[in-house]
């Protein structure tokens, strides 16, 4: 056999020598030379008609070709402007996703409506955003997941996302299906895997992974699909997928599951969502698997010229036997989230539509929201969760939409940032040279406008019609409300 990348690269290939052929194997040595296409998928919550992906292509220099399988998905295969630079990224107007990533949301199918979904092992909250967007922000996501140290990093994801129908949690993810029995329309199970992909890239380089290792893992993934499946409700979807292209880890788990509860589950045929047939395994080494298993996907990097990656659709038809036992409770009022009495919500509804002619009155109902005050603080919070999940714990939830102080509303940058498209007044464009200034943070001394609304707030965006957050009129200086990169 040719001369392989190094030692660890050719053990991770040669254990696959059973199932693939010798130019199979050659042919994933040779794409690792391949740089992998950049995956953009825009945010259709910002649907700002200066956004498209052919005008983002014409101004940054962008060679583009869609993703078929995900609607709002793109390939940019050469890129005179990285696109992690420009301001629509900063902005959350796209998400950079890998092509395969973006597989196990486009699977789902989003036939009930306002569907309340699990993500069970959400961050960074690349997949969260998906199903957000394939929810159009109507559906409520619990997006958990159970290391506190990601938990910042999905919080901000799904913040400059735009996304309000939603909470972030911090639990096991194994103990979703005793807490919410036959709960959930969809959920996503991204288990956490070896990372054995057969396409290394530089955030995840290659690693040397253990028969133990992967046995370990596979215990633990187990153990969370059977949670999954048991709150999901009968008829609901469950996709597992993993990064990882070890059977131990893919096949073997959901043929373990299935040995578990015959009949409980089927693995759906999802074979024509894909342009690329690439079934499951239904036997490795010694060890033969449910024929259904050929319905799972396989993603093999020189099949699809992606990264490796393994999926599979299941679909609950019966209940399962479960031990239950109650979720962890905080009473609501802890969270210090109050109503807003009719009379102030009324003060500040008027005003956003006085300032922005915004109605935020029929977002509102249009997303089964409410708002609510956290001391001097504005949130909208999903009504799902108030009537349903309103002892649950979070780390986060809805969106702060603002502050109310001295009877005026102050918007937030996640407010503008999602809804100002929307706008139909309170807007100031900046010009090209005040735009370095003003994505670096500074104000713009001495703006040169029309307006005369000193301390008014205003959406600020370019020539162009990009959104640039909120900025706030003050005498000779338009005060700079962009957070921090």
């Not at 991204?190 to 057969?198: K, Q, T, V, Y």
């Not at 298993?293 to 999926?311: A, V």
């Amino acid at each position: 056999m040719a001369a392989y990348v190094n030692e660890e690269f050719a053990k991770s290939l040669e254990r696959f020598s059973n199932i693939l052929t010798f130019a199979e194997l050659q042919e994933i040595q040779t794409i690792q030379n391949a740089p992998l296409p950049t995956g953009l998928r825009l945010n259709s919550l910002k649907s700002n008609p200066a956004l498209t992906i052919q005008s983002l292509a014409d101004r940054y220099g962008w060679d583009i070709e869609p993703i078929t399988y995900c609607n709002n998905g793109w390939l940019i295969k050469s890129a005179a402007t990285p696109p992690g630079t420009t301001i629509e990224h900063r902005m959350g107007s796209f998400y950079l996703q890998d092509a395969a990533s973006m597989i196990p949301v486009s699977l789902l199918e989003f036939d009930v409506p306002n569907p309340i979904i699990l993500d069970m092992a959400a961050s960074p909250g690349g997949k969260t955003t998906h199903l957000i967007d394939r929810s159009l922000d109507r559906g409520f996501v619990i997006a958990n997941d159970g290391s506190q140290s990601r938990i910042p990093a999905l919080r901000s994801v799904i913040s400059n996302w735009g996304g309000i129908n939603q909470i972030v949690t911090n639990f096991p993810g194994e103990s979703f299906g005793k807490w919410f029995p036959e709960t959930f329309d969809i959920i996503l199970l991204d288990a956490p895997c070896s990372m054995e992909n057969l396409r290394p890239t530089p955030a995840h380089p290659l690693r040397d992974t253990s028969v133990s290792e992967r046995l370990r893992l596979q215990e633990r993934q187990i153990q969370l699909l059977i949670s999954g499946l048991n709150a999901l409700k009968i008829g609901g979807q469950l996709i597992y997928a993993t990064c990882s292209l070890a059977p131990e880890e893919d096949e073997a788990v959901v043929n373990r599951v299935l040995e578990h509860f015959p009949g409980d589950f089927v693995v759906d045929d999802v074979s024509d969502k894909l342009p690329f047939k690439v079934p499951g395994l239904t036997a490795f080494d010694d060890q033969a698997y449910d024929p259904s298993l050929k319905n799972t996907l396989r993603l093999w990097p020189h099949l699809t010229g992606m990264s490796g990656f393994f999926c599979a659709r299941l679909k609950k038809i019966s209940p399962m036997p479960i031990t239950t036992e109650a979720p962890p409770s905080r009473d609501f009022s802890r969270t210090q989230l109050q109503n807003i009495i009719p009379v102030t919500q009324n003060q500040i509804l008027n005003q956003i539509k006085e300032n922005f002619g915004f109605e935020l009155e029929s977002t509102i109902s249009a997303f089964n929201l409410n708002l609510f005050f956290r001391h001097e603080n504005i949130f909208l919070i999903p009504t799902i969760y108030y009537q349903r999940f309103n002892t649950l714990p979070f780390e986060y939830i809805g969106m702060r939409i603002g502050q109310w102080i001295n009877e005026k509303f102050h918007p937030s940058h996640e407010f503008v940032s999602r809804f100002g498209h929307e706008f139909t007044r309170g807007k100031i464009k900046l010009n090209s040279a005040q735009i370095p200034q003003w994505l670096d943070g500074r104000d713009i001394r001495n703006p040169q406008v029309d307006l005369r609304r000193l301390g008014q707030y205003f959406l600020v965006s370019d020539e162009i019609g990009r959104n640039l957050s909120a900025g706030k009129l003050l005498p000779k200086r338009l005060r700079n409300l962009l957070p921090h990169s």
